[in-house]
């Protein structure tokens, strides 16, 4: 016939959504990195394809236990970085290698741009006027968050559990929230829009951040090296990462 | 207690422009083409359109005055209407309908509903009360619509094209019924149509009008037998 | 089969489509029915939790749902019977929080309304008022996502009435009011409980506006769909189970509508 009929038009189109969705290719790592990492990862991504032009990086940033939870199911994932060790743990049977600490990272108290509510410990925090966010308590900070507070003895009711540790950067820079506890990396990603405040050597923690590959691809592997190598270690020094 | 209205309004394209006069148990007949301005007369009349110059009275009340800004609304004229599609309220039976306006002017349900009755046995009616709009014949519908404009005790009468939407054996029968009502009714009626048979049976005074203006009025026969327009002509021409 | 029958058949190719959409909805939720732990049942809904966000969630969706009524149908009939310079616009942005993402309804709420928004900042330092992290914060969200349903769905039903009824009812004798409310309401009625289903289903589902405006917190502002979403992070069995809850719940509405109530009464179709 002279004009295309609109069933050949849609059968055209549904061709072409299916041909759109293929899978990686050898050239594509696909990264499921901690919320926390973020800024730290952009970084590390560029200096990777620099070094390899030939791979390209893919990373999907989102709350370490949000990750777990799509890997379990079943998501096409080369590498994993987690905020701690036990979202690893849950993966731990899909893993290709066993998983190595590549960083870590202390807590901060996070307020508003000049602490306007004067806030200097964790007993402050306590003060029934003062809104405090933390994370769900399978995200990494949400954990960290309990054990610090469990082991300064300080009782308190946050008013909100967001999803990843930069939900309780936005509430808290935007001034909806008073404080919350924070990743010390998070309050130097967020210069001056907010104001850290240390917590005591007594009650803090280390988060240990795991690394580990998920396929045995060439290209996953050498994505893992290159997070473990020094050069990625000195750009992870730069956004306030400790050492492992 | 007769009507009398001298009405300028601007209606879309053009200025409704004439003066009526009926008086009490009299009816006048308004006839014109499409679109001349009829039913806006009717709603002028009605109140659901404010004039822009003129005066309305009926009897001694005066409905619409521009001059003195003087203006009843709708709901506190008494004044009955029948329109073309009945326009009965679907969600309520025929009982409910006529019995619509005295619970509107706040009579108890009760009472309305009595009254509501009357009227139906009145017109021989009354077996179609507990019966929906749509499951009505045009003819049985009309015939609540007058009840339930009656309800309301009117002191005039206006009907827009009240038979224009029956076949021709209704209107005929339907006629004769609204002819003989007419004739008991004391206030002063207008009836809207576009068919000279109407006019024939049921009007004193005819007025007809073309595109906003009164082309001729007068007693039917003087219309008849002496046409102002062409329209006029091809309106009654056949009965020379 | 001969052509008498084949003439009084639905086409066959309707029918296939159909069929086909009828998968697409179902399937779905077979997939939800057979993953579901069904040992975990009783737990999942004894643990407060649960109960907590599906009670929320019912509150909030009402609520939500009477706010967008009570400001939406004025809305409505303002929009389908005045002209006024701008309606377009007027119309548009009553009806954006629909085809918007719901974070983004979250993101303008919170720059807005929360306690530095750029009225919030005012709810707050006159009046004390804070909405981010409250109920009424949920059920201000949830509002904003489902309004446009209910104005656009009344708006359409007002322009088709024939405004003639609301004429005959005035020359009766009823004011403007009295025929609103006794003529022109009922006779829309289908219209208003379509509008109002759309709404609360909107409201009931509603997450990416509540979680960003209003926060996370059970029993405050955790709802059904929020909980879901956390339970997935940690228990994806809880989540499942939570799921089908909200499934049943909503269903069990949906299908107590009755046809009466959708189509007009007492109307014969075919005499």
């Known amino acids: 016939m002279a004009r295309p009929s609109l069933r050949s038009c849609l059968a055209l189109t549904v061709l072409g959504l299916l041909v759109g969705c293929s899978g990686s290719s050898d050239t594509t790592v696909s990264v499921f990195a901690a919320a926390s990492l973020s800024d730290a990862f952009t970084e590390l991504e560029a200096a990777f394809e620099a070094e390899h032009p030939d791979i390209d990086v893919l990373v999907n940033l989102a709350g370490s236990s949000a990750l777990a939870a799509q890997i ?89 559990f967001e999803e990843s540790v930069k939900g309780i ?76 | 207690m007769s009507l009398d209205a001298v009405m300028g309004v601007k209606r879309g394209d053009f200025r409704l422009d004439l003066s009526i006069h009926v008086s009490a148990g009299e009816t006048l007949a308004v ?49 009955g209407a029948v329109f073309q599609d009945h326009l009965l309220f679907r969600h309520l039976s025929a009982l409910d309908n006529v019995a619509f306006g005295p619970r509107a002017r706040g009579e108890k349900k ?62 005929r029968i339907v006629r004769d019924e609204l002819a003989s009502f007419l004739s008991t009714f004391e206030g002063p009626r207008v009836i809207v149509t576009h068919d000279p048979d109407d006019a024939r049976r049921l009007a004193d005074q005819v007025l007809i009008v073309e595109h906003g203006s009164v082309v001729q009025h007068g007693a039917i026969l003087d219309v008849m037998r002496s046409p102002a327009s062409p329209y006029v002509q091809a309106l009654f021409g056949d009965d020379r | ?89 007027v119309r548009a942005l009553a009806t954006l929080s629909m085809v918007l993402p719901p974070v983004v ?42 309004m446009p349903f209910l104005v656009l769905t009344v708006e359409s039903a007002f322009r088709q009435f024939d405004i003639r009824y609301e004429d005959v009812a005035r020359s009766l004798g009823a004011s403007r009011w009295y025929a609103f409310r006794r003529i022109t309401l009922p006779s829309i009625r289908p219209a208003i409980i379509a509008g109002l289903v759309l709404a609360w289903a909107r409201a009931l589902g509603e997450f990416g506006a509540t979680i960003t405006f209003a926060g996370n917190l059970p029993g405050t502002t955790q709802t059904m769909p929020l909980a879901t979403y956390i339970a997935l992070e940690s228990d994806p069995g809880a989540a499942l189970i939570l799921s089908i809850v909200l499934i049943v719940v909503s269903f069990g509405v949906l299908i107590g509508l009755r046809d009466r109530w959708l189509g007009n009464p007492h109307e014969v179709i075919r005499p």
């Open chain 1, 72 to 160: 379990v199911e079943g998501a096409p994932a080369d590498v994993f970085a987690s905020a701690d060790e036990a979202n690893m743990e849950r993966v731990a049977t899909l893993l290709d290698a066993p998983a190595t600490i590549f960083a870590t990272n202390r807590l901060q108290i996070v307020t508003e741009a000049g602490n306007p509510l004067g806030i200097e410990t964790l007993d402050d925090l306590s003060d029934p006027s003062v809104l405090f966010v933390t994370s769900a308590l399978d995200v990494p900070i949400g954990r960290y968050s309990a054990d610090v507070l469990a082991r300064a003895n300080v009782d308190l009711r946050p008013v909100s």
């Open chain 1, 169 to 244: 950067v936005t509430k808290v820079r935007a001034g909806e929230a008073d404080a919350g506890i924070v990743y010390a990396t998070d309050v130097i990603a967020a210069g001056s829009s907010v104001t850290g405040v240390d917590i005591a050597d007594d009650f803090q923690v280390v988060a240990r951040y795991p690394i580990a590959r998920l396929t045995n691809r060439e290209a996953s592997t050498t994505f893992v090296d290159f997070v473990l190598s020094t050069r990625a270690r000195s750009i992870l020094d730069d956004f306030g990462f400790g050492a492992p």
């Open chain 2, 31 to 79: 006839l014109g083409p499409n679109g001349a301005g009829k039913s806006t007369i009717l709603r002028c009349i009605l109140g659901i359109v404010p004039l822009e110059s003129g005066r309305i009275t009926l009897a001694d009340s005066v409905l619409d005055d521009v001059d003195t800004d003087a203006f009843v609304e709708p709901e506190r004229r008494r004044i």
């Open chain 2, 110 to 171: 009760e009472h309305s509903r009595l009254v509501a009755r009357a009227l139906l046995e009145r017109f021989e009616i009354d077996h179609l009360a507990d019966r929906f709009p749509s499951q009505l014949s045009g003819g049985e519908a009309q015939r609540v619509a007058l009840a339930r404009a009656l309800a309301i005790e009117p002191r005039a009468l206006l009907l827009d094209e009240p038979l224009a939407a029956l076949d021709v054996t209704t209107r």
């Open chain 3, 1 to 89: 089969m001969n052509r008498r029958t084949r003439t009084t058949r639905p086409p066959i190719g309707i029918v296939v489509l159909a069929a086909l959409a009828v998968a697409f909805f179902t399937l779905p939720f077979a997939g939800l029915l057979w993953r579901a732990p069904w040992s975990d049942l009783v737990d999942v809904i004894r643990e407060g939790a649960a109960r907590q966000a599906l009670w929320l969630s019912i509150q909030t969706s009402i609520l939500a749902t009477l706010v967008a009524v009570v400001i939406g149908v004025p809305l409505a009939w303002v929009l389908a019977r005045i002209d006024f310079p701008f309606r377009n616009v």
């Open chain 3, 105 to 146: 309804g979250g993101v303008a709420l919170f720059f807005s309304f929360g306690r530095r928004g750029l009225f919030g900042q005012y709810l707050y330092d006159w009046f004390g008022i804070r909405l981010p992290f409250t109920t009424a914060g949920v059920v201000v969200a949830q509002a904003f996502v489902a």
